[in-house]
């Protein structure tokens, strides 16, 4: 009897369901029309209405190997494997390695300003699938993803965290688990934009720390911190130093964007 009633009931549902994706699929093309989809970065209009337009994506300059075994800095040529750049020899960092999607420029620059600025939240899935390829040997053994947290203040500013949006894109690609909370920004440091190396060192410094409730969070991890852009590695570095110091086996690096050199070339 039950599974008359139940047979019933799909029978009298299953027309109304396929009004309502006969409603959504209408009116999703009328918004394609009236809203034509436009290139996030150029702003020209989109044929399918994702990802980037053919001219932009032409322009997108992906980092693929060769680069730095530590720092992902791309080689003008392939030295051989292991190689490290100058800049991993004479400064390490507190991280393991980091990698990186895109280099940092004009239409990287358009895709993170529109995304962390604009309101473009519908970029991280794409944004996310770039840096989970370019970052599949750090997530291969990773026990949980860390973003960059912001300051409270901040945060409330601009209403969502952009590396926690990425952290999540990346984590539903990789299965890696996001640990929110698990690192903290406890003081508000003025803009990165404009500062020397040394002076961006020195404005992050202490500006993040690890709470003692969740040191059994962060003990003995293998973790990934994840951020959009990583232009001279000072926030990122002072991370990893507050979560090695908090017990962390192992942090790495990875970001959407980083800022190369024009000119590099290894050792």
Sequence with gaps: M???VSASQ????????????SL????????????????PS????LGDGVGL????????????????????????YDPGPGLLSMEAIASPPAYDRARAAVRYDDVARA??????????????????????RAGRELLADADALLPVPLHWRRLWARRFNQAAALAGAISDISGVPVLHGGIKRVRATP???????????????????????????IAGKRLVLIDDV??????????????LRAGAAHVDVLVFARVVAPHRTPI
Excluded: H
């Excluded at 150029?42 to 209009?45: D, L, S």
């Excluded at 932009?56 to 791309?74: D, H, N, T, V």
């Excluded at 404009?194 to 003692?212: E, H, I, M, W, Y």
């Excluded at 990583?230 to 979560?243: I, Q």
């Design 24 to 39: 959504s699929r209408t009116l999703r093309l009328a918004l394609d029309v009236a809203l034509p989809p436009l290139c």
């Design 111 to 132: 895709l993170v300003l529109a995304f962390k600025f604009g309101d473009r939240l519908d970029l991280a899935p794409m944004m996310g699938r770039w840096m989970a």
């Design 42 to 45: 150029c702003r020209e209009p």
């Design 230 to 243: 990583l232009t001279s590695g000072a926030t990122v570095d002072t991370c990893a130093r507050a979560l």
């Design 2 to 4: 039950n599974e008359l």
């Design 191 to 217: 803009q990165q934009v404009g500062l020397s190396k040394t002076d961006r060192a020195a404005n992050v410094q202490g500006a993040f720390r690890v709470a003692p409730e969740e040191k059994a969070l």
């Design 10 to 21: 799909n029978e009298a549902t299953a027309p109304l369901a396929r009004l309502r994706g």
């Design 53 to 76: 337009c053919a001219s932009c994506w032409s322009k997108l300059s992906l980092i693929e190997p060769p680069y730095c075994a530590r720092l992902g800095i791309p080689f003008a």
